[in-house]
C-alpha cells in the first residue's frame, strides 16, 4: 500500500508524511513497510533526501540503514543513483560499518546483482581495484561479478529471440 501510494502520488508532502510516520512508528515491520514504500518515489531528489536523512542515526537505526540503501537499489529509479552514492561514499560506509560488517559485505551485490550492460560491470571492477580490502564483502564482489557477467551473456543470447516474440505478440 505504501508503495503504491509512494508512486502514484509521487509528491515531497505524501513522502515527507510517511518519513514522519515511520520516525513515529514502534512497530518495527510498519516502520519496515514505511522504508519499502518511501524508497519506491520516482523522484531521484527525493531519494537522495531519502538517503540523507537515513544516514542520521537519530532518524535510522543503523542496522537499518544498509536495508534502506537495497529496498532503494530494488527501485528502477534509485538502482543508479544508490550505485553512485555507495562508490562515493564508500570510505564513509566502511568507517562507519567496517570491513567486517556482513551487510555492508552484501551491499554491493544486492545492488549490482541485475545490472546486464559493459558499462556497469567495468564500473565494478573500478570500484573494486580503486578499493581492493573487501573483508567479509570478497565472496560477494565474486559473485556480483560472476552474477553480472552471466546477465550480460543472457542478455546477448536472448534479447533478438524475446524482442521477435514481443513483436509478433497482439499487445493491445
Known amino acids: 500500500v ?6 502514484q ?6 513522502w515527507d508524511v510517511m518519513w514522519e510516520r515511520a520516525l513515529a512508528e514502534t512497530s518495527a515491520t510498519q516502520t519496515d513497510n ?4 518511501m524508497a519506491n518515489s520516482q523522484n531521484s531528489d527525493i531519494l537522495l533526501k531519502y538517503i540523507m536523512l537515513a544516514q542520521d542515526e537519530a532518524n535510522v537505526r543503523s542496522q537499518n540503514f544498509m536495508t534502506i540503501l537495497q529496498y532503494i537499489s530494488y527501485n528502477p ?3 543508479d543513483l544508490v550505485w553512485d552514492w555507495v562508490r562515493s561514499h564508500w570510505e564513509w560506509l566502511v568507517d562507519r560499518f567496517t570491513l ?16 546486464t550492460t559493459t558499462k556497469k560491470l567495468t564500473e565494478m571492477e573500478a570500484f573494486f581495484i580503486q578499493y581492493p580490502e ?3 564483502g570478497e565472496i560477494y564482489r565474486q559473485q556480483a561479478l560472476e552474477t553480472v ?24
Open 134 to 136: 573487501a573483508g567479509a
Open 77 to 79: 529509479a534509485g538502482t
Open 100 to 115: 567486517n560488517d556482513r551487510y555492508l559485505g552484501q551491499l554491493v551485490f544486492n545492488i549490482c546483482k541485475y545490472f
Open 34 to 37: 514505511l522504508y519499502y514504500g
Open 149 to 172: 557477467q552471466f546477465n550480460i551473456r543472457w542478455v546477448q543470447n536472448n534479447a533478438d529471440v524475446i524482442l521477435s516474440w514481443l513483436n509478433s505478440q497482439k499487445l493491445s
Open 2 to 7: 505504501y508503495r503504491w501510494g509512494v508512486i
Open 9 to 14: 502520488e509521487g509528491s515531497q508532502a505524501t
